[in-house]
């Protein structure tokens, strides 16, 4: 028969500590889990259903008086556009007009004029011809320079709209030092992303810099192409988010892909260095060093499954690269396009989704950036 040892008072407060940190963890897990639940388990609800919820939204906003004097606002700023450019179009058409009256004529003219060596009317064919060649270059010039004043108004148009629409999106006090640019360009910010390779066309718009809860965010609307045959083949349409993770390395690279229905998307290909860690029907997700696959675990992959992938959303690619994370929305053309139809009125439903959106993206981003990476 042995003797049976006392435990010292360390030894049984250890003990106690190992067994709180077990019933907290499993806690955290019952917790986590339901959470995750919560998540996937909200209420699925089709696209006419959504459209009819938006629809109702910005009907109920329009009421408030901040809202409608914005509508009122950009549907001013969208009728004085359109008539600009109505008169700067007829113009162009008046003078290809006049230009193409005075080839024809002289054509004519030239066709039907006759007379004799001894004439003395033997210079007037040239002069004919000299004035034709006098109003096409003048008829040319005017129409480059009536084309650019075209831009012109539409580049004052599209940067009031966005003006106005980001100063919604990006309301005080949650955003800071709001900077919005019509035109600039982030091809870099996108290169840096890593999601496609070989991209040769690139154009951003919208692009703003404000500060979320003491973090710098950049974001932008562009397009990124493929050439193909000679062709430029579109691999993103949407709008990037941009956002440092000080908790993730360097040397971390992330790509996940939530997968799109259509032929309007591409599947990620930046993947040198980078291995599979999950590909399903919904899904794809790579990384840079398997030990890192809870950068993105099943909470985060549940708060991006709330995108939905539908008319507007063709699909949504987040890329962690440089301790930077990237989040790509790929949007179907008229979403982030400004609307000019003068027969429509503007519709609140592209702020209200962009917001939605936005939020959506945040809420990654606090997960990713509130965990704690282990090497």
Not at 23 to 30: F, G, H, Q, T, V
Not at 174 to 194: C, G, H, P, T, Y
Not at 244 to 269: A, C, H, M, S, W
Not at 299 to 324: A, P
Request: net charge negative.
């Amino acid at each position: 028969m042995g003797f049976k040892k006392e435990k010292t008072q360390t030894e049984i407060e250890q003990e106690l500590a190992l067994k709180l940190e077990e019933e907290k963890a499993n806690e955290d897990n019952i917790d986590g889990n339901k959470e995750n639940e919560a998540l996937d388990n909200e209420p699925q609800i089709s696209e006419e259903e959504e459209d009819k919820i938006l629809e109702e939204k910005s009907k109920e906003l329009s009421k408030d008086d901040r809202y409608s004097y914005l509508i009122d606002r950009i549907d001013k700023k969208k009728e004085e556009f359109n008539k600009a450019s109505k008169k700067i179009k007829m113009m162009n058409y008046i003078m290809l007009g006049v230009m193409l009256v005075c080839i024809v004529g002289a054509l004519i003219f030239l066709s039907l004029f006759k007379t004799d060596e001894d004439s003395n009317l033997t210079w007037l064919p040239y002069l004919v011809i000299g004035i034709a060649i006098v109003v096409a270059i003048i008829a040319y010039v005017f129409m480059r320079l009536q084309r650019k004043k075209v831009e012109k108004v539409g580049n004052e148009y599209i940067s009031f709209v966005i003006n106005q629409t980001n100063s919604v999106i990006y309301e005080e006090p949650k955003f800071l030092d709001l900077k919005v640019e019509a035109i600039a360009d982030k091809k870099e910010a996108f290169f840096n992303s890593r999601i496609f390779k070989d991209i040769k066309g690139f154009k951003s718009i919208n692009v703003i810099n404000t500060t979320y809860e003491g973090y710098p965010l950049i974001a932008f609307d562009c397009a990124a192409s493929v050439v193909q045959k000679n062709r430029q083949i579109p691999h993103f349409l949407g709008r990037m988010f941009v956002l440092p993770l000080i908790n993730v390395p360097k040397e971390v690279r992330v790509l996940f892909q939530l997968k799109g229905k259509n032929d309007y998307t591409f599947p990620v290909d930046d993947l040198e260095g980078l291995v599979e860690v999950t590909n399903n029907d919904k899904y794809v997700y790579y990384i840079s060093d398997p030990k890192y696959k809870d950068v993105i675990d099943q909470k985060i992959i549940s708060l991006i499954k709330r995108f939905r992938i539908d008319k507007t959303i063709y699909d949504v690619i987040i890329s962690i690269n440089g301790s930077s994370l990237y989040i790509g929305i790929d949007y179907e053309d008229s979403f982030i396009s400004v609307p000019s139809d003068p027969k429509e009125g503007f519709n609140l439903k592209r702020i209200i989704k962009s917001k939605e959106d936005l939020e959506k993206v945040l809420d990654i981003f606090k997960a990713i950036s509130s965990k704690k990476i282990h090497d």
